[in-house]
């Protein structure tokens, strides 16, 4: 197919070309000077990424789920229990893989396409009385499969409410550089993410932030690990380096992201993915169907966007029809989604250009696996929002 | 700025990764028998793009200028009469080159926007009967200026029509591997292309077809001439050498290019140039202003659209505007189209997105720059377009 | 400092410009027909470099210290015993994760710079009729530290002749790709490597080669898991997907670092391997001092020589001149062997210049240190053993 | 073949890492403000790689044959004398090219191996008294051929003594930016290099440095021209433009290679060749045989050695050994040099230990190809030479 692919899923995202440049290039000695000074220029810059000043950052080779278990192995001792809520694929998925690392897990059942009510949190840590508390309480910020966002501030107060001292675990996977994540004000305990979404960069790292408390907890307590044992980690990164070989690579990637970001500077990225977000959002509701997933419009996601197929259109004709003939990727439906949603992302490096091609492209698409819906009406929208400039309303905050 | 820019220059176009990789490589021994075989993969590729089974294919470091200047002084001698048309930049900068170089021109004016009349060059020819004919009649197939397109086959009738024997040298350097060039049908004896538009390389290449009379004419005649003397080139290159160091790097690309433009088909390249400019165009003729500058529709360029400004609009306002606010570049208007004209560039690696982006930017910049305009209206012309599929009619043949 | 450094650390290794090329790409979709392509082309090669015609492979983002703990938690319980041998970095800290992991680990001490007695593993095994034996015994087939290899086939004959069902699990990190790997015929249950040494990939990716036994042991038993669970990924992969992101750019170079292997053929990458270690081997001989930590010659390692400084020499600054004078950087002592060796690495893509250029190196790095050395000694040595051409005697099988 | 080749032509050179990333990038607006920076960037640096503060540079898509030829349309008129010197292929090749343009050419025969005498400089012009006077003189800088270098301080004393105003156009094409060209100092007034040599980059640009003398005879004077017209240029560069599509992506290069070489400094980098080149001429004068074809050590070029082969050894062999056994490629014999010669160059990214690995890699061919060397002796006399640290005499001013 000519021309560049539209690669469109909540990620991984597109590499711009100064982080492909940044990472094509020779091999060093990770323990070599030059090593450990680009080690040591990376963790102010991810501090910021997660809102925090006095997080302490701690990078794995590895995935979002490395990260999951990185930020369970090291505060949780087995046996313990932990509060965790399902309206979409990746709650559920954190409940089981919390549960065969040997965890005792509660999954409060909500409606996918919902956020986390405040006041359930609330009730439950309220409610929890025992002998056996709950030892965290695990939050999906930004729920990838549905284009849902929580309310972390709202649950950070309804634990404070409860009077509960729970850990506060925050999946900030599709999140993290994508809307604002604020560790310090939320008194987050552990957050994680990855590279390959708002921080521009190929899969291959999982990244936590982990605060003074969970520190304390993990310095003797935790379970049985060795490779996600942040201790060894955060010693010799005083001085740059490693206990591991790490994944060079995209550290460089890595260093070119932050610069990236730290030139557009975070709000300027926030209010670009909101602006983004909203053009997608105005464009879907101009066709009048399909539909936006996420009930709440004050928990719509700014970096995907979870579109409900109207009845007669199959999910996987669509993607195929928008790679085959536009060379347009999209998400799929995930779990209890699967056949009937696609997911459009809109995160990491991106502009207003490309946002239309999509929505354009989406058009297209749909009308060719026989939706009548007139061609532009949806482009025409979200140009409508794109024309009033940065500042679109409602911006998460 | 966030993303990807549009680079809708008529040239140099996009460089696809898959020749950026090709061209990321060390350097090789450019006497040695890797290079050699590279050498000799090139040239029957480079036949194909230029319609011809029989021509000889010589390629030079340089640039379209480059090009012209080795298509005059292989086969004319000081003093020789060219004809030309002046209906662009490209066709009025062609004479005085060609002028700086010792040969006499006449120009025969024509509007900017009308395509070479076939009748005027039967006329001009018929009427040559004095002791110093004309040697060569010059045309440019692709006006980039106006994005006009010759009738190349019509005018080699008018020649043959007015029994005239004058060389036909064929400026091809925003029409190749874009629209269809036909050297053996059209007895072309010279044509001319620079590697950065449909080809899909950087610049720094100009490349020739010579057909046999013109290589028959360049054994003995000719103006003094070193670097762009094709006989060395010719004789080194049938072992695959080259008599001073070609630019390995851009050989390395154009195998890429060449491999893609076969894996897609002559044919399908052609259709595709078509269908991205067929969208262009609708587009515009819905917004009813701006307008297309080439007068004629059988004319219109299938790489460049060049399009007249409504009074009020500077060209460098909307550029400015294109670039700064949506990372869209826009060429300029070139001559006495300075200031009036904006062109829209459709060629090289390209897809429908990407021009529905194009449309879609374009469609903002002039509404950011004062004009009232419907958005979306160009958008869902273009979509209609490309809904229809591959084939839309009235392609050049 | 101008030109390419000389980068001659056991691992990471240089990266080819074929595989930097593999690797500098866009985003593919890691759910989409491309990538599923992808996956499924991997395994028949890393199957090959394993010496496994019905191994089950398994690709984790991580590093070999990752790759261990993969091989552990699949197979053991909590709790159950392993035997490690301890005559290097390696060794120890393997038996020091392990025990962190929850297994109690019997660690026999060795002197580093000596191999694993195949009679002390079968007198171990012979006398181990407790009732809770052995589950497993670890072996670093070639210990990075001292460079020193383990003779596997005499280990597994040991096994079979003490009687013992223990399961053999292989650390092949940086023996795999430079030296013979056969799994199959040493009856290897789990085998672990690393992308970043004779796969010559940057670090970031962990692979195992995993037998009939310990999948069917992996099934219902092993220790509490889920990022290092193999089940789910065996499971994806037969449709070419993972159960969670995997590193993508990792795995494209990966295609193409099996094919350059391929290419070379296994054996000739072996006899290449052998021979320039036995030319490292020969210069250092021929300097009389310093000299080789490895103590038997059968155990040479063919990917990295341990060097024992003389008296007078500081490690540091022996690194430091090679590094800061001549752009040689050379592995350091680890553990107990710090400050008084270094690693001269000489696996992964490599040649006969090369190896040239780090000896006359280390030569000018040493008599710039102060050791009284004849210029040229070494070279001269080594420049015997590869004017002999290919074969060289004493390969390992 | 594994590893990295050995690439030691006297051009093209290796690539440093830095300049294949500076040109691996996007195409951008060559009429936009990103590149007008970037040209406008690049004209000091060259200035000063030239030793000019005064000259106007030029730059061109091209080869040095291209340069040639527009050092000469600029100022001569067709007809005029020029004084040439024949000591190698590249002289010869002037000559004949000269004449192809029109030019009256006188070549003083040398021998191969010779330097130009400034006394002959002298005599030549003392007697030219004609009404036709020379209207240049052309010296080739470093006679890529032979490995001899020019003293060209002493022949622009030699024209000042003769009291001839001829204009002095030197081919520094292989000592820019490897030894040290003054055009200020000297007087010269046209002086143009090559891409592909001390500049480091791929071939496809030739560069001049036009005086005042010169510059103000092309305003009016000169051949007919238009590719190789300088004024044009000159006028657009002022807003850091091109009359003509620019090869943009060897610019990016260009900025870098500027760059690496001010950071290196000017004196540092005639240091370090010279420095490389003492150590390949010990290494050759130690072989015996062997030997070196520039006659005078006062004239030895530090950018490439010519050694002679010893009767029986035919250069294809060598060459042909050298680059299927060792990866290492030379430069072949030119003109009646041909068979007889091998070159070795040492210019561009290079150090120490490439160029023992060069030397050690030729010990290994000739004795491979039947030459009796004792393997090693060549090597320890270079090292001796880089032993000694940064500062080797001798180096030219």
Redesign the interface.
């Known amino acids: 197919?000519?021309?560049?692919?539209?690669?469109q899923?909540p990620?991984?995202?597109?590499?711009?070309?100064r982080i492909?440049?940044a990472?094509?290039?020779?091999?060093?000695?990770?323990?070599?000077p030059e090593f450990a000074a680009l080690t040591k220029s990376l963790l102010p810059g991810l501090r910021a990424a997660f809102g925090s000043r006095e997080g302490t950052v701690v990078i794995y080779?590895?995935?979002?789920?490395?990260g999951?278990?990185a930020a369970l192995v090291n505060v949780l001792a087995?046996g313990d229990r932990v509060l965790t809520f399902s309206h979409g694929q990746f709650g559920v998925a954190f409940a089981q893989?919390?549960r065969?690392?040997?965890y005792e897990v509660d999954e409060v059942p909500l409606r996918w396409g919902q956020s986390i009510p405040a006041e359930e949190v609330e009730a439950r840590l309220g409610a929890d009385r025992g002998a056996r508390p709950y030892r965290a309480v695990f939050v999906v910020h930004n729920e990838t499969s549905t284009g849902v966002r929580a309310d972390v501030a709202a649950i950070r107060a309804a634990m404070d409410a409860a009077g509960h001292d729970a850990l506060l675990i925050l999946d900030a996977v599709s999140s993290l550089a994508s809307m604002p994540v604020r560790c310090d004000e939320w008194r987050v305990d552990v957050a994680l993410t990855?590279s390959?979404k708002g921080l521009m960069l190929?899969?291959?790292l999982a990244v936590l932030c982990v605060g003074q408390r969970a520190l304390a907890i993990g310095q003797e307590g935790g379970?049985?690990?060795?490779?996600?044992?942040w201790r060894p980690i955060i010693r010799e990164n005083a001085v740059g380096l490693f206990?591991?070989?790490?994944?060079?690579?995209?550290l460089f990637g890595l260093r070119e992201a932050l610069a990236m970001l730290a030139e557009?500077g975070w709000d300027a990225v926030f209010a670009?993915h909101h602006r983004l977000a909203s053009g997608v959002r105005a464009a879907i509701q101009a066709w009048g169907e399909p539909r936006i997933l996420c009930e709440d419009p004050a928990c719509y996601s700014d970096s995907v966007t979870s579109v409900v197929l109207p009845d007669g259109l199959e999910e996987d004709d669509v993607r195929r029809v928008a790679?085959e003939r536009?060379?347009?990727?999209l998400g799929?439906g995930l779990g209890q989604l699967k056949g009937r949603v696609v997911r459009i992302g809109h995160l990491g490096?991106?502009?207003?250009?490309?946002v239309?091609?999509?929505v354009?492209?989406v058009?297209?698409t749909l009308?060719?696996c026989g939706l009548d819906l007139?061609?532009?009406?949806g482009?025409?929208?979200c140009?409508?929002v794109?024309?009033q400039g940065a500042a679109v309303a409602g911006a998460p905050k």
Chains 1, 2, 3, 4 share one sequence.
């Open positions: 197919m000519s021309g560049r692919p539209f690669l899923l990620g991984p995202t597109n590499l711009p070309d492909l440049r990472m094509d290039r020779p091999i060093v000695d990770h323990r070599g080779p590895g995935s979002g789920t490395g999951w278990e087995p893989g919390a065969k690392l040997g990855g390959q190929p899969p291959g379970s049985p690990r060795n490779f996600f044992d206990p591991y070989t790490p994944a060079t690579m995209l557009e670009r790679r536009f060379g347009l990727v799929n490096a991106l502009n207003e250009l490309e239309l091609a999509t354009a492209g058009e297209l009308r060719e007139d061609l532009g009406r482009v025409a929208a140009q409508r794109f024309a």
